[in-house]
């Protein structure tokens, strides 16, 4: 036992397996669209069942019944920019040998990743000590000996152990190589910009290089033997060699777009890639004398889609790429049809949700008629409101699952009577409004509502509107100060309520008349987003410091509600009553507490920024994630947690790690631990043979406090395994517990 705790704690400050992730947790689905909305760059078609897909923000996606459903995970490596936040860098490629074992190749990271369960979990291999790399390809000769490709951070470079182990090729010239074949250890070759392909015939002593004849970009490349290959890149580049890469021949692209995939079968070559408004994949039988197109047009849920993979298997095929989009013919491409689920693709910021599933998902999509969509039934299915409108939209306030408004940019203003089927838009570009942004809105019966605002120019300009007549009249209340921009308002009643600035808190207690800027919160410097009024003296605010605040004396002080994941900012809040809560920051990142802030149960939802979340009850959030298009809308339905962690506000006197419970356990256990300071925390286990299995904590910076993380080991098979608490690379504690199924 000992030499196993030694060995385990040697992997740990060695950093063999750099990290371990979570899949994201079973609570949290994607709405809409479904079944995932992020960027897919990979896929890959096993066999004729069994697919998988890769792509932005660690998506990992697995079907058994081609593509009938599909099993969405985040799998691979932490992002930098906020450690905290469980942000994945993105996956850029992959390579399977089988329907179990293969690799991703990750973006800007020291290594890839690997799984032996058909993407149930995965480990992260590190490759460099320093620095970083991004995998752009891998080329296998048999399960043990393989290459990849990557930018000038690996190059080339080959493992002879099944990829647990990689060194560079020698004397690889200094470039990018987007692809890598070789036959045998001796001939490799890979493909780089300016249109040269570097090759050797002495395992890397000495190098040659092979222009195709462009100065294009050579994105991929295929092989079907040591002398028959073919490349393509950008600008609709295709050549083919029949002598191992030495001599290139091809001088008529089939499109001028750029080409990312090649597939060969028999004799028939396919090309893919770029294809925006015209959605077509490109055959040749001659090598690339002529070509025949195979059109998709119309079968995507994207006008100008981009197809960023392909590939085929029997008459099976499917090309993936922008939002998600996974476009499918299962007739060798005589029909196709898109697998998504999928109503809008705004950048949305704000939502309504009710506890009967009426669901109200807003953003910006200008120029379109998709910019806001509804549900009845809790985001089963949905449908568009169909407002064609030319400007930015902000804030959504429903008085009622009927009635409610829309605030926006420079007048925007509309009215739904009917759950927001259909809108009134004869009171937008009132003149009073229209100079400014209206950030948030909020009506507390049929005729008396306020919009906040104004322009974020330098010192910013808060303005604040009221009306008592629905809309068609608005008059200017002045505000507590003169800037900077409002952000949020939220009235408890006709004369008492909250709006919130981006530095602070302001109050009415005479229905606008006069506002008052309530107590400081938080540091110096702090901006603030969202505001929450559960009754005239209990309000929830947040800052850009990751930090959610509240007030139970109507602002004359404000307490730190501990968020404990140093996240960005708190873009939004809300609050089912005084202690069941919800905070939303940057990718992903959402807390749910029960007990106002003295505990916290952290996730991530695999979806951008978090603008908006709604609490309609404990059991019950709702969320729509921005920042970019795409229309992301996410449900939380809380089952028996299996995932994410819990936070406990407290300063404890020392690092402890304690014995989870149950132990034995099956399958799912408990395992505490507490932080006297606050510092980068993972929780990292492992099976006796040192491999790493998924934990929701890794590298995440956390506050000070006691924390309960649920292991769940239903994909595990029964047996011993390790548990051991990482705090900024010092291992704290390491201990044993046992799976029984």
Request: charged share 10%.
């Amino acid at each position: 036992m000992k030499k196993i705790l030694t060995f385990l704690v040697f992997l740990i400050v060695a950093g063999y397996f750099a990290e371990s992730f979570a899949q994201p947790a079973p609570e949290w689905k994607w709405i809409h669209p479904k079944p995932q909305g992020q960027y897919l760059t990979w896929i890959k078609m096993i066999d004729a069942n069994t697919w998988f897909a890769a792509g932005n923000y660690g998506t990992f996606m697995k079907t058994t019944n081609a593509g009938a459903n599909w099993r969405i995970s985040v799998s691979g490596y932490g992002h930098s920019l906020y450690p905290g936040s469980g942000i994945r860098q993105n996956n850029l490629t992959g390579y399977f040998f089988d329907a179990n074992t293969g690799f991703l190749g990750v973006q800007s990271v020291r290594g890839i990743a690997k799984t032996t369960n058909g993407g149930e979990s995965f480990d992260t291999i590190q490759i460099l000590a320093s620095g970083s790399g991004s995998t752009n390809g891998f080329y296998f000769l048999n399960t043990s000996t393989g290459y990849l490709s990557g930018n000038t951070g690996f190059k080339l470079m080959k493992t002879t152990n099944a990829g647990i182990n990689w060194n560079f090729v020698t004397n690889v010239p200094n470039a990018t190589y987007y692809s890598v074949y070789a036959p045998d250890t001796n001939n490799i070759l890979g493909t780089s910009s300016s249109g040269n392909v570097y090759l050797t015939t002495n395992a890397g002593v000495n190098w040659t290089t092979s222009n195709v004849g462009t100065t294009n970009t050579l994105y991929g490349s295929k092989f079907i033997n040591a002398s028959t290959g073919y490349v393509c890149g950008s600008n609709g580049l295709f050549r083919y060699t029949t002598n191992g890469g030495v001599n290139w021949t091809g001088t008529n692209p089939p499109t001028t777009s750029s080409l990312y995939s090649i597939v060969v079968e028999g004799s028939d070559v396919y090309v893919s890639g770029y294809t925006f408004s015209t959605q077509d994949l490109f055959k040749t039988t001659d090598n690339g004398t002529t070509w025949t197109s195979i059109s998709y047009t119309g079968a995507s849920t994207i006008t100008n889609f981009n197809a960023y993979s392909f590939d085929k298997n029997g008459n099976n095929m499917m090309v993936v790429g922008t939002y998600g989009e996974m476009i499918k013919s299962s007739n060798n491409g005589a029909n196709w049809n898109s697998i998504m689920y999928r109503r809008s693709l705004a950048n949305m910021g704000s939502l309504y949700a009710n506890s009967t599933g009426r669901v109200i998902a807003m953003g910006t999509a200008l120029m379109t008629t998709n910019a806001i969509i509804y549900s009845t039934d809790g985001g089963e299915n949905w449908a568009s409101s169909n407002l064609f409108t030319y400007q930015d939209l902000s804030h959504i306030d429903m008085l009622n699952s009927n009635t409610g408004w829309i605030s926006g940019r420079f007048g925007a203003f509309f009215k739904t009577t009917n759950g927001g089927v259909s809108w009134d838009t004869s009171m937008t570009n009132n003149p009073v409004t229209s100079p400014y942004f209206g950030n948030g809105v909020n009506f507390i019966n049929e005729n008396t509502g306020w919009i906040v605002g104004g322009l974020p120019s330098i010192g910013g300009v808060t303005k604040i509107f009221k009306t008592t007549n629905g809309g068609v009249n608005w008059f200017e209340q002045t505000p507590a100060n003169s800037g900077p921009i409002g952000t949020k308002i939220d009235m408890y009643n006709a004369n008492t309520g909250y709006m919130a600035h981006s530095t602070g808190i302001q109050k009415t207690i005479n229905s606008g008349d006069n506002w008052t800027l309530t107590s400081t919160i938080g540091p110096s410097g702090t901006s603030y987003t969202p505001i929450k009024t559960v009754d005239s003296l209990t309000v929830y605010t947040g800052g850009s410091n990751t930090q959610v605040y509240g007030t139970t004396n109507g602002g004359v002080t404000w307490d730190s509600l501990n968020f404990p994941v140093k996240a960005g900012t708190i873009f939004c809040t809300d609050w089912y009553d005084k202690n069941n809560g919800v905070a939303g920051a940057v990718i992903g990142v959402v807390g749910i507490t029960t007990n106002r802030g003295a505990t916290w149960q952290i996730y991530n939802t695999g979806g951008y920024t978090t603008y908006q979340v709604k609490m309609v009850h404990p059991d019950t959030v709702y969320a729509v994630s921005g920042n970019t298009a795409g229309a992301q809308v996410f449900k939380y339905a809380k089952g028996f947690t299996t995932g994410g962690f819990t936070y406990e506000t407290s300063v404890p006197e020392n690092y402890s790690l304690k014995q989870n419970y149950p132990n034995p356990f099956n399958p799912v256990t408990t395992i505490e631990f507490s932080l006297p300071s606050s510092g980068i925390v993972s929780l990292k286990i492992y099976d006796i043979a040192g491999r790493e299995y998924s934990t929701e904590i890794s590298g995440m910076n956390l506050n000070v406090g006691n924390y309960k993380m649920n292991f769940n080991g239903s994909n595990l098979s029964s047996g011993v395994y390790f548990y051991s608490l990482v705090v900024n690379g010092k291992v704290i504690n390491t201990k044993k517990m046992i799976l029984v199924k």
